[in-house]
């Protein structure tokens, strides 16, 4: 199933050709292209319709290649990547005059990360510069993580998929902003705000969260095509079976407080208790239901410390507005 040496050497010259190359990594899987290629990064938005102001993530083959791609390496951000490369944390540094605009969606900013994938290792030697991927799926929908994923989603518009099986981690990288004086998290994901506090010693503001019904604030990412509405724990299965009694495809996550309730529902999903196996298995979750047909997920959202943060933080923009 994994990707072997000769696929790893075509998908290199598919890079140095200008074409994509779908890359599965520990977090999901990304629609690559030379990170150094205008014309293969313009490519890349138009595979995804993603606007061009939306900056890409740089993949590199190693931590002491920090220094080839960004302005300075503050001490920060040594420590950082020197603990946690390779791994799910993505670091936004000064850009390096060698990455393009076109990579960092016009911002002097570059995000940068080394995966910890074996494939995505691989072919980063093979190749020798830096992959710009963001997550290989159409823009605003759920993200890929088997190679399945991404060629029922893209289809003809990536050049070549590279099959590394199933995505481990699951949820896209931590961003942390290492520009200012204090480290700031962008996006919560594979490595918690606990894990970074505890390898800089240092307490990390803790980004403003919504309440579940307050709507507006989270526009649409993350989402199948199924409504997502968010309840409390204890509510679902009345709100599914309520939804279902409307004529609604009901599809529930059923937390794992309550497994084993029967639900009189279209589609029922055990959540794991497991935050790390939830993680992993999140956007299957998603993409199974609407592939049953649901119209409608009925979900509620974890406990929000350690991996919790990002599995919330993606249902709740899973339930955000559409159309923003
Ligand atoms: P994706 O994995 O598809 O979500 O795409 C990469 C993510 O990295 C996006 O959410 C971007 O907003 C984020 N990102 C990339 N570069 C920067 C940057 N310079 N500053 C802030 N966020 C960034
Ligand atoms: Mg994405």
Known sequence: MFAGSAEIEKA??????????????????????NAEDPAA??????????PPSHPLIVHIGGAEQLGDWVDEVPETARRLAEHFWPGPLTLVLRRGRRVPLEATGGLE????????????????????????????????????????????????AVDFVLDG?????????????VT????????????????????????????????????????SHYAPNAKVVLVEPADVVAEAESAQDRSHR????????????????HAVV?????????????????????????????????????LGVAIANRLRRAAGPRGA
């Open 250 to 265: 009901v599809g529930v996550f059923l937390p794992p407080s309550l497994a084993g309730t029967p639900v009189k529902a």
């Open 41 to 50: 990064l313009a490519r890349i938005f138009q595979a995804k319709g993603r």
């Open 109 to 156: 900013t570059v995000a940068l990360r080394v995966p910890a994938h074996p494939v995505a290792l691989a072919l980063l030697a093979a190749f020798g510069g830096g992959i710009a991927a963001p997550s290989a799926n159409r823009f605003g929908s759920v993200s890929p993580t088997t190679a399945d994923h991404v060629r029922a989603e893209l289809g003809d």
């Open 180 to 219: 200012g004086d204090t480290p700031n998290v962008l996006r919560p994901g594979g490595v918690t705000r606990e894990d970074l506090e505890a390898v800089l010693g240092i307490q990390l503001a803790v980004p403003a969260t919504s309440h579940i019904r307050v709507p507006g604030q989270h526009p």
């Open 165 to 177: 099986g199933p995505c481990q981690v699951g949820l896209e990288s931590t961003i942390v902003d």
């Open 12 to 33: 290199a010259e598919v890079l140095r050709a200008g074409g994509l190359v779908a890359v599965p990594t520990e977090t999901v899987y990304g629609l690559g292209a």
């Open 270 to 306: 055990a959540v794991p208790e497991s935050p790390a196996v939830y993680a992993r298995e999140l956007y299957g979750f998603l993409r199974e239901l609407d592939q049953r047909g649901c119209d409608l997920i009925i979900a509620s959202l974890p406990e929000e410390k350690e």
